[in-house]
Nanobody, 115 residues
């Protein structure tokens, strides 16, 4: 089992920044992919960004150039730096851990972008 603890959500103004963190604990495999997904009001869950344990990243087109995903393998923690936030970035952001054909999800953290 893997547990994921997210933090860092909140309210930001358009053009502002927020940083999300997600710490994984439990039975962590050395080779894994961690990432962030989001689900906006009335929308389906969508990928935001992922990063492998080797540091290979993948981003949704909608966040490229604005969001940066990174990780600290020693702390089993993944980060999402979100800059130039837009109202359409408003969503519940969920942390994901994937390894050995199994997915684990965090409870989510709400990000609201509004003036």
């Amino acid at each position: 089992q893997v547990q994921l603890a997210e933090s860092g959500g909140g309210l930001a103004q358009p053009g502002g920044s927020l940083r999300l963190s997600c710490a994984a604990s439990g039975s962590i495999f050395r080779v894994n992919i961690m990432g962030w997904y989001r689900q906006g009001p009335g929308k389906e869950r969508e990928l935001v960004a992922t990063i492998t344990s080797g540091g290979v990243t993948n981003y949704a087109d909608s966040v490229k150039g604005r969001f940066t995903i990174s990780r600290d393998n020693a702390k089993n923690t993944v980060y999402l730096q979100m800059n130039s936030l837009k109202p359409e970035d408003t969503a519940v952001y969920l942390c994901n851990y994937h390894s050995h054909w199994t997915d684990y999800w965090g409870k989510g953290t709400l990000v609201t972008v509004s003036s």
